[in-house]
Protein backbone atom coordinates (compact mmCIF):
# COMPACT_ATOMS: atom_id res chain seq x y z
CA UNK A 1 0.00 0.00 0.00
CA UNK A 2 2.95 2.48 -0.16
CA UNK A 3 3.69 4.60 -3.06
CA UNK A 4 6.46 4.53 -4.87
CA UNK A 5 8.14 6.97 -8.03
CA UNK A 6 10.96 7.38 -10.29
CA UNK A 7 12.47 10.07 -12.22
CA UNK A 8 14.97 9.98 -14.90
CA UNK A 9 15.52 13.25 -17.11
CA UNK A 10 17.08 16.38 -17.50
CA UNK A 11 15.08 18.22 -14.40
CA UNK A 12 16.58 18.17 -11.30
CA UNK A 13 14.60 14.96 -9.94
CA UNK A 14 14.02 15.59 -6.07
CA UNK A 15 11.49 18.11 -7.27
CA UNK A 16 9.99 15.70 -9.55
CA UNK A 17 10.29 12.86 -7.05
CA UNK A 18 8.39 15.23 -4.32
CA UNK A 19 5.93 16.22 -6.66
CA UNK A 20 4.84 12.73 -7.56
CA UNK A 21 4.84 11.42 -3.98
CA UNK A 22 2.31 14.45 -3.23
CA UNK A 23 -0.15 12.48 -5.69
CA UNK A 24 0.52 8.81 -3.90
CA UNK A 25 0.12 10.12 -0.04
CA UNK A 26 -3.10 8.53 -0.20
CA UNK A 27 -1.12 4.99 -0.37
CA UNK A 28 0.72 5.85 2.96
CA UNK A 29 1.87 8.62 4.89
CA UNK A 30 3.67 7.30 7.97
CA UNK A 31 7.11 8.53 6.37
CA UNK A 32 8.46 9.46 3.00
CA UNK A 33 11.91 9.53 1.61
CA UNK A 34 13.78 10.23 -1.57
CA UNK A 35 17.09 8.90 -2.97
CA UNK A 36 19.16 11.18 -5.85
CA UNK A 37 22.21 10.00 -7.95
CA UNK A 38 24.76 12.25 -8.25
CA UNK A 39 28.95 12.51 -8.89
CA UNK A 40 28.60 8.63 -8.40
CA UNK A 41 26.89 8.14 -5.18
CA UNK A 42 23.44 8.36 -3.76
CA UNK A 43 22.01 11.21 -1.60
CA UNK A 44 19.28 10.23 0.73
CA UNK A 45 16.76 11.92 2.49
CA UNK A 46 13.86 10.46 3.81
CA UNK A 47 11.87 10.71 7.52
CA UNK A 48 9.41 9.60 9.87
CA UNK A 49 6.14 11.58 9.14
CA UNK A 50 4.16 13.10 6.14
CA UNK A 51 5.82 14.83 2.87
CA UNK A 52 5.53 18.08 4.59
CA UNK A 53 7.92 16.58 7.01
CA UNK A 54 10.25 15.30 3.82
CA UNK A 55 9.89 18.30 2.32
CA UNK A 56 10.75 20.28 5.62
CA UNK A 57 13.81 18.14 6.25
CA UNK A 58 14.97 18.53 2.71
CA UNK A 59 14.90 22.16 3.39
CA UNK A 60 17.16 21.93 6.32
CA UNK A 61 19.79 19.47 4.85
CA UNK A 62 19.84 20.89 1.33
CA UNK A 63 17.73 20.29 -1.71
CA UNK A 64 20.04 17.13 -3.63
CA UNK A 65 20.88 17.52 -6.79
CA UNK A 66 20.84 14.90 -9.72
CA UNK A 67 18.71 14.23 -12.80
CA UNK A 68 17.93 10.70 -11.35
CA UNK A 69 16.11 9.34 -8.40
CA UNK A 70 13.87 7.30 -6.83
CA UNK A 71 11.25 8.49 -3.70
CA UNK A 72 8.86 6.10 -1.40
CA UNK A 73 5.73 7.50 0.92
CA UNK A 74 5.21 4.76 3.15
CA UNK A 75 2.52 2.54 5.01
CA UNK A 76 4.05 0.36 7.55
CA UNK A 77 4.41 -3.33 7.60
CA UNK A 78 7.28 -4.37 9.17
CA UNK A 79 8.79 -2.15 11.67
CA UNK A 80 6.80 0.97 12.99
CA UNK A 81 6.88 4.44 11.59
CA UNK A 82 10.45 5.89 12.18
CA UNK A 83 13.33 7.56 10.30
CA UNK A 84 15.20 4.26 10.26
CA UNK A 85 12.61 2.17 8.73
CA UNK A 86 11.28 5.11 6.02
CA UNK A 87 12.31 4.05 2.83
CA UNK A 88 14.95 4.35 0.49
CA UNK A 89 16.90 1.40 1.61
CA UNK A 90 20.16 -0.12 0.41
CA UNK A 91 23.73 0.64 1.03
CA UNK A 92 27.05 1.99 -0.70
CA UNK A 93 25.72 0.06 -4.06
CA UNK A 94 22.62 -0.62 -4.48
CA UNK A 95 19.64 1.60 -3.05
CA UNK A 96 15.85 1.02 -3.98
CA UNK A 97 12.20 1.71 -3.18
CA UNK A 98 9.75 -0.73 -2.36
CA UNK A 99 5.94 -1.54 -2.47
CA UNK A 100 4.16 -5.22 -1.19
CA UNK A 101 5.62 -7.68 1.78
CA UNK A 102 8.12 -10.76 1.45
CA UNK A 103 7.12 -13.47 2.98
CA UNK A 104 10.60 -15.33 3.40
CA UNK A 105 12.22 -12.75 4.42
CA UNK A 106 13.20 -14.01 7.49
CA UNK A 107 14.84 -16.40 5.71
CA UNK A 108 16.68 -14.78 4.17
CA UNK A 109 17.78 -12.27 6.96
CA UNK A 110 19.17 -15.11 8.57
CA UNK A 111 21.02 -16.09 5.39
CA UNK A 112 22.52 -12.66 4.91
CA UNK A 113 23.62 -12.97 8.52
CA UNK A 114 25.87 -15.78 8.02
CA UNK A 115 27.27 -13.93 4.72
CA UNK A 116 28.42 -11.05 7.10
CA UNK A 117 25.43 -8.00 6.33
CA UNK A 118 24.50 -6.35 9.00
CA UNK A 119 20.89 -4.92 9.34
CA UNK A 120 19.53 -1.14 10.26
CA UNK A 121 16.09 -1.24 10.37
CA UNK A 122 13.50 -3.50 10.92
CA UNK A 123 11.82 -3.71 7.39
CA UNK A 124 11.82 -6.22 4.66
CA UNK A 125 12.74 -3.88 2.31
CA UNK A 126 16.21 -3.57 3.84
CA UNK A 127 16.33 -7.69 3.37
CA UNK A 128 16.26 -7.10 -0.49
CA UNK A 129 18.18 -4.33 -1.20
CA UNK A 130 20.88 -6.36 1.08
CA UNK A 131 20.30 -9.79 -0.94
CA UNK A 132 20.32 -7.71 -4.58
CA UNK A 133 23.67 -6.13 -3.34
CA UNK A 134 24.67 -10.14 -2.66
CA UNK A 135 24.06 -10.79 -5.90
CA UNK A 136 25.29 -8.02 -7.83
CA UNK A 137 28.57 -8.84 -9.42
CA UNK A 138 28.53 -6.25 -12.17
CA UNK A 139 26.00 -7.19 -14.00
CA UNK A 140 22.38 -5.53 -13.04
CA UNK A 141 20.04 -8.04 -14.77
CA UNK A 142 21.74 -11.11 -13.41
CA UNK A 143 21.13 -9.79 -10.10
CA UNK A 144 17.86 -8.92 -10.49
CA UNK A 145 16.78 -12.31 -11.88
CA UNK A 146 18.45 -14.08 -9.14
CA UNK A 147 16.47 -11.56 -6.83
CA UNK A 148 12.99 -12.83 -8.54
CA UNK A 149 14.21 -16.38 -8.00
CA UNK A 150 14.84 -15.75 -4.47
CA UNK A 151 12.08 -13.39 -3.05
CA UNK A 152 8.78 -14.72 -2.03
CA UNK A 153 5.82 -12.58 -2.17
CA UNK A 154 4.80 -9.31 -3.65
CA UNK A 155 7.03 -6.18 -4.87
CA UNK A 156 7.24 -3.64 -7.07
CA UNK A 157 10.50 -1.99 -6.77
CA UNK A 158 12.63 1.01 -8.10
CA UNK A 159 15.85 0.24 -7.94
CA UNK A 160 19.13 2.59 -8.65
CA UNK A 161 23.09 0.72 -8.67
CA UNK A 162 25.50 3.45 -7.86
CA UNK A 163 28.09 2.33 -10.79
CA UNK A 164 25.21 2.74 -13.30
CA UNK A 165 24.48 6.29 -13.54
CA UNK A 166 21.20 7.77 -15.19
CA UNK A 167 19.02 4.46 -15.16
CA UNK A 168 16.16 3.21 -13.06
CA UNK A 169 15.55 -0.65 -12.84
CA UNK A 170 12.37 -1.66 -12.17
CA UNK A 171 9.95 -4.86 -11.88
CA UNK A 172 6.81 -5.66 -10.29
CA UNK A 173 5.17 -8.79 -8.57
CA UNK A 174 1.25 -8.63 -7.28
CA UNK A 175 1.87 -4.58 -6.57
CA UNK A 176 1.06 -2.18 -9.09
CA UNK A 177 3.46 -0.11 -11.20
CA UNK A 178 3.14 1.88 -14.21
CA UNK A 179 6.16 3.26 -16.24
CA UNK A 180 5.54 7.25 -17.49
CA UNK A 181 6.68 7.88 -21.08
CA UNK A 182 7.91 11.64 -21.58
CA UNK A 183 9.81 13.71 -23.90
CA UNK A 184 13.54 13.37 -22.55
CA UNK A 185 12.35 11.92 -19.02
CA UNK A 186 10.85 8.66 -17.66
CA UNK A 187 9.06 7.99 -14.68
CA UNK A 188 7.90 4.96 -12.83
CA UNK A 189 5.07 5.11 -10.48
CA UNK A 190 2.95 3.09 -8.64
CA UNK A 191 -0.42 5.09 -9.73
CA UNK A 192 -0.85 7.45 -12.82
CA UNK A 193 -1.94 10.83 -10.80
CA UNK A 194 1.73 10.67 -9.74
CA UNK A 195 2.81 11.62 -13.63
CA UNK A 196 -0.12 13.42 -14.75
CA UNK A 197 1.87 17.12 -14.44
CA UNK A 198 4.37 15.41 -16.97
CA UNK A 199 2.85 13.44 -18.74
CA UNK A 200 -0.40 11.06 -19.65
CA UNK A 201 1.60 8.28 -21.65
CA UNK A 202 2.54 5.43 -19.89
CA UNK A 203 2.85 1.82 -20.14
CA UNK A 204 1.94 -1.11 -17.94
CA UNK A 205 4.76 -3.51 -16.65
CA UNK A 206 3.86 -7.03 -16.50
CA UNK A 207 5.16 -9.13 -13.47
CA UNK A 208 8.60 -10.55 -13.50
CA UNK A 209 9.66 -8.35 -16.56
CA UNK A 210 12.13 -5.72 -16.12
CA UNK A 211 12.06 -2.52 -17.37
CA UNK A 212 15.32 -0.37 -17.65
CA UNK A 213 14.26 3.49 -17.70
CA UNK A 214 16.73 5.95 -18.89
CA UNK A 215 15.97 9.68 -20.20
CA UNK A 216 15.41 8.89 -23.91
CA UNK A 217 14.67 4.99 -23.54
CA UNK A 218 12.78 2.28 -21.77
CA UNK A 219 13.69 -0.93 -22.71
CA UNK A 220 11.50 -3.75 -21.30
CA UNK A 221 13.53 -7.39 -20.78
CA UNK A 222 12.09 -11.00 -19.73
CA UNK A 223 14.02 -12.67 -17.41
CA UNK A 224 15.47 -14.66 -20.42
CA UNK A 225 17.11 -11.24 -21.40
CA UNK A 226 14.70 -10.75 -24.74
CA UNK A 227 13.13 -7.42 -25.03
CA UNK A 228 9.26 -6.80 -25.08
CA UNK A 229 7.86 -4.12 -27.13
CA UNK A 230 5.03 -2.57 -24.88
CA UNK A 231 2.07 -0.93 -25.39
CA UNK A 232 1.87 2.74 -24.81
CA UNK A 233 -1.53 3.77 -23.69
CA UNK A 234 -2.65 7.19 -22.86
CA UNK A 235 -4.74 8.50 -19.19
CA UNK A 236 -8.10 9.90 -19.97
CA UNK A 237 -7.60 11.46 -16.56
CA UNK A 238 -6.43 15.15 -16.51
CA UNK A 239 -4.37 16.97 -13.61
CA UNK A 240 -7.33 19.13 -12.53
CA UNK A 241 -8.93 15.22 -12.03
CA UNK A 242 -6.22 14.61 -9.46
CA UNK A 243 -6.45 18.43 -7.82
CA UNK A 244 -8.56 19.52 -5.16
CA UNK A 245 -10.31 22.44 -7.41
CA UNK A 246 -11.18 24.47 -4.83
CA UNK A 247 -12.79 21.69 -2.10
CA UNK A 248 -11.14 21.67 1.49
CA UNK A 249 -10.99 17.95 0.78
CA UNK A 250 -10.92 15.77 -1.46
CA UNK A 251 -13.85 13.50 -0.07
CA UNK A 252 -15.95 16.52 -0.46
CA UNK A 253 -14.87 16.92 -4.17
CA UNK A 254 -15.32 13.34 -5.11
CA UNK A 255 -19.09 13.37 -2.98
CA UNK A 256 -19.82 16.06 -5.67
CA UNK A 257 -18.58 14.49 -8.42
CA UNK A 258 -20.83 11.43 -7.88
CA UNK A 259 -23.67 12.34 -9.97
CA UNK A 260 -21.33 12.81 -13.08
CA UNK A 261 -19.39 9.60 -12.17
CA UNK A 262 -22.51 8.00 -11.85
CA UNK A 263 -23.97 8.74 -15.43
CA UNK A 264 -20.19 8.24 -17.08
CA UNK A 265 -20.62 4.92 -15.87
CA UNK A 266 -24.24 3.89 -16.85
CA UNK A 267 -25.08 5.85 -19.87
CA UNK A 268 -22.80 4.08 -22.35
CA UNK A 269 -23.97 0.90 -21.32
CA UNK A 270 -27.88 1.87 -21.76
CA UNK A 271 -28.83 1.83 -25.59
CA UNK A 272 -32.53 2.98 -26.42
CA UNK A 273 -33.20 2.33 -22.31
CA UNK A 274 -31.68 -1.56 -23.00
CA UNK A 275 -28.46 -2.92 -20.87
CA UNK A 276 -25.59 -3.40 -23.58
CA UNK A 277 -22.52 -4.91 -22.95
CA UNK A 278 -21.05 -5.50 -26.42
CA UNK A 279 -18.36 -3.17 -25.73
CA UNK A 280 -17.26 -4.94 -22.77
CA UNK A 281 -17.64 -8.21 -24.98
CA UNK A 282 -19.74 -10.31 -22.76
CA UNK A 283 -21.85 -12.27 -24.32
CA UNK A 284 -25.57 -12.90 -23.67
CA UNK A 285 -24.90 -16.49 -23.14
CA UNK A 286 -22.90 -15.73 -19.53
CA UNK A 287 -26.03 -14.09 -18.42
CA UNK A 288 -28.44 -16.48 -19.71
CA UNK A 289 -26.26 -19.70 -18.41
CA UNK A 290 -25.25 -18.53 -15.12
CA UNK A 291 -26.88 -20.56 -11.93
CA UNK A 292 -24.82 -18.84 -9.01
CA UNK A 293 -22.79 -15.89 -8.63
CA UNK A 294 -19.57 -15.77 -6.02
CA UNK A 295 -19.28 -11.91 -5.39
CA UNK A 296 -15.95 -11.27 -3.70
CA UNK A 297 -14.57 -7.63 -2.43
CA UNK A 298 -13.18 -6.06 0.84
CA UNK A 299 -14.59 -3.27 2.81
CA UNK A 300 -16.58 -0.48 0.51
CA UNK A 301 -16.54 -2.55 -2.53
CA UNK A 302 -18.11 -5.92 -0.52
CA UNK A 303 -20.73 -3.16 0.31
CA UNK A 304 -21.51 -2.33 -2.95
CA UNK A 305 -21.55 -6.37 -3.65
CA UNK A 306 -24.35 -6.97 -0.89
CA UNK A 307 -26.64 -4.20 -2.55
CA UNK A 308 -25.74 -6.55 -6.18
CA UNK A 309 -26.90 -9.76 -4.09
CA UNK A 310 -30.24 -8.24 -3.09
CA UNK A 311 -31.01 -6.52 -6.26
CA UNK A 312 -29.68 -9.68 -8.98
CA UNK A 313 -31.91 -12.23 -6.11
CA UNK A 314 -34.89 -9.78 -6.11
CA UNK A 315 -34.90 -9.00 -9.91
CA UNK A 316 -33.17 -12.07 -11.93
CA UNK A 317 -33.70 -14.29 -9.32
CA UNK A 318 -30.41 -16.07 -9.81
CA UNK A 319 -28.34 -17.29 -6.45
CA UNK A 320 -25.91 -14.65 -5.25
CA UNK A 321 -23.06 -15.61 -2.51
CA UNK A 322 -20.97 -12.25 -1.53
CA UNK A 323 -18.07 -13.26 0.40
CA UNK A 324 -14.87 -10.89 2.07
CA UNK A 325 -12.18 -11.51 0.02
CA UNK A 326 -9.51 -12.09 2.72
CA UNK A 327 -11.31 -15.45 3.63
CA UNK A 328 -12.85 -16.65 0.78
CA UNK A 329 -10.08 -18.55 -0.16
CA UNK A 330 -9.49 -20.19 3.39
CA UNK A 331 -12.79 -21.43 3.75
CA UNK A 332 -12.32 -24.03 0.62
CA UNK A 333 -14.96 -22.51 -1.73
CA UNK A 334 -17.84 -24.72 -3.04
CA UNK A 335 -17.94 -24.29 -7.09
CA UNK A 336 -20.22 -25.68 -9.71
CA UNK A 337 -20.34 -25.47 -13.23
CA UNK A 338 -21.68 -22.58 -14.69
CA UNK A 339 -20.88 -20.46 -11.96
CA UNK A 340 -19.61 -16.84 -12.09
CA UNK A 341 -16.97 -15.23 -9.80
CA UNK A 342 -17.44 -11.45 -9.49
CA UNK A 343 -14.74 -9.61 -8.06
CA UNK A 344 -15.28 -5.95 -7.24
CA UNK A 345 -12.45 -3.36 -6.75
CA UNK A 346 -11.72 0.31 -7.25
CA UNK A 347 -7.72 0.25 -8.22
CA UNK A 348 -7.91 -3.48 -9.46
CA UNK A 349 -4.73 -4.33 -7.76
CA UNK A 350 -6.52 -5.34 -3.77
CA UNK A 351 -4.34 -7.94 -2.45
CA UNK A 352 -6.84 -10.08 -1.57
CA UNK A 353 -9.38 -10.00 -4.05
CA UNK A 354 -6.82 -10.86 -6.68
CA UNK A 355 -6.08 -14.17 -4.43
CA UNK A 356 -9.62 -14.83 -4.86
CA UNK A 357 -9.95 -14.44 -8.23
CA UNK A 358 -6.85 -16.38 -9.25
CA UNK A 359 -8.14 -19.53 -6.99
CA UNK A 360 -11.67 -19.26 -9.47
CA UNK A 361 -9.59 -19.36 -12.43
CA UNK A 362 -7.65 -22.20 -11.02
CA UNK A 363 -11.26 -23.88 -10.68
CA UNK A 364 -12.22 -23.29 -14.25
CA UNK A 365 -14.70 -20.86 -13.25
CA UNK A 366 -15.54 -17.75 -15.32
CA UNK A 367 -14.57 -14.35 -13.84
CA UNK A 368 -15.90 -11.07 -14.10
CA UNK A 369 -14.00 -7.67 -12.84
CA UNK A 370 -15.79 -4.72 -12.08
CA UNK A 371 -12.71 -2.12 -11.74
CA UNK A 372 -12.15 1.55 -11.74
CA UNK A 373 -8.30 1.82 -12.86
CA UNK A 374 -8.15 0.52 -16.52
CA UNK A 375 -5.36 -2.25 -16.49
CA UNK A 376 -4.94 -2.73 -13.07
CA UNK A 377 -4.18 -6.86 -12.48
CA UNK A 378 -7.15 -7.77 -11.33
CA UNK A 379 -8.53 -6.52 -14.52
CA UNK A 380 -6.07 -7.88 -17.02
CA UNK A 381 -6.48 -11.42 -15.30
CA UNK A 382 -10.04 -11.39 -15.14
CA UNK A 383 -12.33 -13.26 -18.50
CA UNK A 384 -14.21 -10.35 -18.33
CA UNK A 385 -14.34 -6.60 -17.06
CA UNK A 386 -16.66 -3.71 -16.37
CA UNK A 387 -15.08 -0.70 -16.09
CA UNK A 388 -16.49 2.65 -13.68
CA UNK A 389 -15.81 5.64 -15.16
CA UNK A 390 -14.97 7.30 -11.80
CA UNK A 391 -12.17 9.16 -12.53
CA UNK A 392 -9.56 9.58 -9.89
CA UNK A 393 -10.18 8.68 -6.07
CA UNK A 394 -8.07 10.56 -3.90
CA UNK A 395 -9.61 10.34 -0.83
CA UNK A 396 -8.85 7.29 0.95
CA UNK A 397 -12.74 7.02 2.34
CA UNK A 398 -13.86 5.75 -0.57
CA UNK A 399 -17.44 7.23 -2.18
CA UNK A 400 -17.76 8.34 -5.77
CA UNK A 401 -16.09 4.58 -6.58
CA UNK A 402 -19.22 3.46 -4.35
CA UNK A 403 -21.71 4.89 -5.89
CA UNK A 404 -20.26 3.74 -9.38
CA UNK A 405 -20.12 -0.01 -8.34
CA UNK A 406 -23.76 0.25 -7.16
CA UNK A 407 -24.49 1.40 -10.93
CA UNK A 408 -22.73 -1.29 -12.28
CA UNK A 409 -25.05 -3.90 -10.00
CA UNK A 410 -28.24 -2.70 -11.19
CA UNK A 411 -27.25 -2.76 -14.59
CA UNK A 412 -26.30 -6.49 -14.40
CA UNK A 413 -29.47 -6.89 -12.30
CA UNK A 414 -31.54 -5.94 -15.21
CA UNK A 415 -29.21 -7.65 -18.01
CA UNK A 416 -29.74 -11.05 -15.81
CA UNK A 417 -33.29 -10.84 -15.18
CA UNK A 418 -34.12 -10.27 -18.79
CA UNK A 419 -31.75 -13.22 -19.69
CA UNK A 420 -33.48 -15.01 -17.43
CA UNK A 421 -37.03 -14.08 -18.40
CA UNK A 422 -37.95 -12.88 -15.27
CA UNK A 423 -38.94 -9.14 -16.72
CA UNK A 424 -40.05 -8.61 -20.27
CA UNK A 425 -38.11 -5.99 -22.67
CA UNK A 426 -40.62 -2.74 -21.77
CA UNK A 427 -39.88 -3.55 -17.96
CA UNK A 428 -36.06 -3.52 -18.94
CA UNK A 429 -36.12 -0.61 -20.84
CA UNK A 430 -38.66 1.17 -17.83
CA UNK A 431 -35.80 0.22 -15.33
CA UNK A 432 -32.70 1.17 -17.49
CA UNK A 433 -34.99 4.65 -17.85
CA UNK A 434 -35.21 5.17 -14.37
CA UNK A 435 -31.94 4.44 -13.57
CA UNK A 436 -30.56 7.26 -16.14
CA UNK A 437 -32.71 9.62 -13.88
CA UNK A 438 -30.89 8.60 -10.23
CA UNK A 439 -27.80 11.57 -10.91
CA UNK A 440 -30.18 14.52 -11.15
CA UNK A 441 -32.37 12.47 -7.91
CA UNK A 442 -28.80 12.19 -6.27
CA UNK A 443 -28.11 16.30 -7.25
CA UNK A 444 -31.02 16.94 -5.01
CA UNK A 445 -29.21 15.62 -1.98
CA UNK A 446 -25.94 17.04 -2.63
CA UNK A 447 -28.00 20.29 -2.34
CA UNK A 448 -28.69 19.56 1.53
CA UNK A 449 -25.26 19.45 2.58
CA UNK A 450 -26.06 22.27 5.18
CA UNK A 451 -29.14 19.65 7.15
CA UNK A 452 -26.26 16.53 7.02
CA UNK A 453 -23.86 19.69 8.40
CA UNK A 454 -25.96 20.67 11.13
CA UNK A 455 -26.91 16.49 12.31
CA UNK A 456 -23.48 16.05 12.83
CA UNK A 457 -22.73 18.92 14.68
CA UNK A 458 -25.14 17.07 16.92
CA UNK A 459 -23.75 13.89 17.13
CA UNK A 460 -20.11 14.73 16.85
CA UNK A 461 -19.02 14.34 20.02
CA UNK A 462 -20.74 10.76 20.44
CA UNK A 463 -18.43 8.12 21.55
CA UNK A 464 -20.76 5.26 19.67
CA UNK A 465 -23.23 5.31 17.31
CA UNK A 466 -25.28 2.65 16.09
CA UNK A 467 -26.74 2.35 12.17
CA UNK A 468 -30.37 0.54 12.18
CA UNK A 469 -31.93 -0.61 8.81
CA UNK A 470 -33.57 -3.00 6.86
CA UNK A 471 -33.23 -5.20 3.73
CA UNK A 472 -31.40 -2.76 1.32
CA UNK A 473 -31.46 -0.13 4.38
CA UNK A 474 -28.97 -2.62 6.55
CA UNK A 475 -26.63 -3.14 3.55
CA UNK A 476 -26.53 0.56 3.09
CA UNK A 477 -25.98 1.50 6.66
CA UNK A 478 -23.09 -1.15 7.05
CA UNK A 479 -21.53 1.12 4.58
CA UNK A 480 -22.23 5.15 6.46
CA UNK A 481 -21.33 3.15 9.78
CA UNK A 482 -17.60 2.30 7.91
CA UNK A 483 -17.44 5.45 6.23
CA UNK A 484 -17.67 7.35 10.19
CA UNK A 485 -15.10 5.33 11.30
CA UNK A 486 -12.82 5.25 8.98
CA UNK A 487 -12.53 9.18 8.91
CA UNK A 488 -14.02 10.03 12.63
CA UNK A 489 -12.34 7.77 14.46
CA UNK A 490 -15.60 7.53 16.11
CA UNK A 491 -16.81 3.74 17.12
CA UNK A 492 -19.67 2.84 15.09
CA UNK A 493 -21.29 -0.17 14.64
CA UNK A 494 -24.15 -1.35 12.05
CA UNK A 495 -27.19 -3.62 12.60
CA UNK A 496 -30.07 -5.48 11.03
CA UNK A 497 -32.87 -3.07 12.90
CA UNK A 498 -34.98 -6.29 13.33
CA UNK A 499 -31.89 -8.05 15.27
CA UNK A 500 -31.56 -5.37 17.82
CA UNK A 501 -33.86 -7.21 20.59
CA UNK A 502 -31.63 -10.12 20.27
CA UNK A 503 -28.60 -8.72 22.18
CA UNK A 504 -27.89 -5.14 21.00
CA UNK A 505 -30.46 -3.39 22.16
CA UNK A 506 -28.95 -3.51 25.64
CA UNK A 507 -26.07 -1.65 24.37
CA UNK A 508 -28.66 1.54 23.84
CA UNK A 509 -29.45 4.40 26.57
CA UNK A 510 -29.24 8.32 26.44
CA UNK A 511 -25.79 8.81 25.28
CA UNK A 512 -25.84 6.31 21.64
CA UNK A 513 -27.35 8.15 18.94
CA UNK A 514 -28.84 5.78 16.18
CA UNK A 515 -28.89 6.45 12.57
CA UNK A 516 -31.91 4.85 11.18
CA UNK A 517 -32.62 4.48 7.22
CA UNK A 518 -36.43 4.09 6.22
CA UNK A 519 -36.91 3.83 3.06
CA UNK A 520 -38.25 0.35 2.11
CA UNK A 521 -42.01 0.98 1.75
CA UNK A 522 -43.00 -2.88 2.25
CA UNK A 523 -41.09 -3.29 5.44
CA UNK A 524 -41.09 1.02 6.54
CA UNK A 525 -43.46 -0.30 9.87
CA UNK A 526 -41.14 -2.78 11.16
CA UNK A 527 -38.91 -0.47 10.60
CA UNK A 528 -40.31 2.11 12.50
CA UNK A 529 -41.00 -0.20 15.08
CA UNK A 530 -37.23 -1.08 15.90
CA UNK A 531 -36.71 2.94 15.88
CA UNK A 532 -39.23 3.17 18.73
CA UNK A 533 -37.56 0.21 20.66
CA UNK A 534 -34.60 1.94 20.85
CA UNK A 535 -36.29 5.68 21.64
CA UNK A 536 -37.74 3.83 24.18
CA UNK A 537 -34.69 3.20 26.06
CA UNK A 538 -33.60 6.99 25.08
CA UNK A 539 -31.75 6.57 22.24
CA UNK A 540 -31.64 10.42 20.11
CA UNK A 541 -32.58 9.37 16.48
CA UNK A 542 -31.49 11.00 13.11
CA UNK A 543 -34.28 9.66 10.84
CA UNK A 544 -33.27 9.02 6.95
CA UNK A 545 -36.76 8.46 5.22
CA UNK A 546 -37.70 8.75 1.76
CA UNK A 547 -40.27 11.49 0.78
CA UNK A 548 -43.75 10.24 0.71
CA UNK A 549 -42.87 7.92 3.92
CA UNK A 550 -45.25 8.58 6.96
CA UNK A 551 -43.17 9.94 9.92
CA UNK A 552 -44.14 10.26 13.35
CA UNK A 553 -41.91 12.69 14.56
CA UNK A 554 -42.17 11.11 18.35
CA UNK A 555 -39.82 8.57 16.72
CA UNK A 556 -36.78 10.64 15.64
CA UNK A 557 -35.24 13.63 17.06
CA UNK A 558 -34.38 14.37 13.75
CA UNK A 559 -35.38 14.05 10.39
CA UNK A 560 -33.71 14.50 6.80
CA UNK A 561 -36.10 13.46 3.82
CA UNK A 562 -34.72 12.11 0.79
CA UNK A 563 -36.15 12.24 -2.95
CA UNK A 564 -39.14 9.49 -3.15
CA UNK A 565 -37.40 6.75 -5.73
CA UNK A 566 -38.79 3.16 -6.22
CA UNK A 567 -37.43 0.86 -3.31
CA UNK A 568 -35.04 -1.02 -5.19
CA UNK A 569 -32.86 1.91 -6.44
CA UNK A 570 -33.28 4.35 -2.49
CA UNK A 571 -29.60 3.10 -1.82
CA UNK A 572 -27.88 5.20 -4.66
CA UNK A 573 -29.67 8.21 -2.83
CA UNK A 574 -29.85 6.99 0.32
CA UNK A 575 -25.64 6.87 1.14
CA UNK A 576 -25.05 10.12 0.24
CA UNK A 577 -26.30 12.07 3.23
CA UNK A 578 -24.34 8.88 5.12
CA UNK A 579 -21.20 10.32 3.35
CA UNK A 580 -21.86 13.52 4.13
CA UNK A 581 -22.52 13.20 7.81
CA UNK A 582 -19.08 11.03 8.13
CA UNK A 583 -17.49 13.97 6.32
CA UNK A 584 -18.64 16.80 8.35
CA UNK A 585 -18.32 14.89 11.50
CA UNK A 586 -14.76 13.97 10.81
CA UNK A 587 -14.43 17.99 9.92
CA UNK A 588 -15.81 19.13 13.19
CA UNK A 589 -13.55 16.81 14.84
CA UNK A 590 -10.38 17.99 13.62
CA UNK A 591 -9.90 15.13 11.82
CA UNK A 592 -7.56 14.39 8.63
CA UNK A 593 -10.41 13.37 6.08
CA UNK A 594 -8.50 12.62 3.24
CA UNK A 595 -5.54 10.88 5.37
CA UNK A 596 -7.12 9.32 8.17
CA UNK A 597 -4.65 7.22 10.99
CA UNK A 598 -3.78 3.75 10.26
CA UNK A 599 -5.30 3.42 6.47
CA UNK A 600 -4.02 3.45 2.49
CA UNK A 601 -6.18 4.06 -0.36
CA UNK A 602 -5.04 0.36 -2.28
CA UNK A 603 -4.66 -2.67 -0.20
CA UNK A 604 -1.81 -3.91 -2.24
CA UNK A 605 -1.03 -6.39 1.28
CA UNK A 606 -2.80 -9.54 2.17
Known amino acids: MCGIVGYVGEQQAAGVLVEGLKKLEYRGYDSAGIAIHHAGDFVTVKTKGRLKDLEEKIKQVGTPEGTCGIGHTRWATHGEPSDINSHPHGNARITIVHNGIIENYMELKTKLLKKGYSFLSETDTEVVAKLLDYYYKGDPMDAIKRLIMAVKGSYALGIMFRDIPEKIFALRKDSPLIIGIGNGENFIASDIPAVLKYTNQYQLLDENLIAVLEKDSVTVYTTDGETIERETLTADWDVEAAEKDGYPHFMLKEIFEQTKALNDTISPR ?332 SVTVE
Not at 438 to 447: A, D, G, V
Not at 489 to 512: N, P, Q, R
Request: glycine share 6%; net charge negative.
Open 270 to 601: LKDFLVDFSNEKIPDSLFENTNKIHIVACGTAMHAGMIGKNIIEALARVDVDVQIASEFRYRNPIFHENDLMMVISQSGETADTLAALRLAKQQGITTLAVVNVVGSSIAREADYVIYTWAGPEIAVASTKAYTVQLGVMYLLAIKFALAKGKIDLDSAKKMGETLLTMPSQMQKILEKTDDCKYYASRFQNAANMFFIGRGLDYAISLEGSLKLKEISYMHSEAYAAGELKHGTISLMDTDVPVIAVATQSDIYEKTVSNIKEVVTRGAKVLLIVKEGLPVDMSVARYVLSIPNAEDIYMPLLSVIPLQLFAYYTAVLRGCDVDQPRNLAK
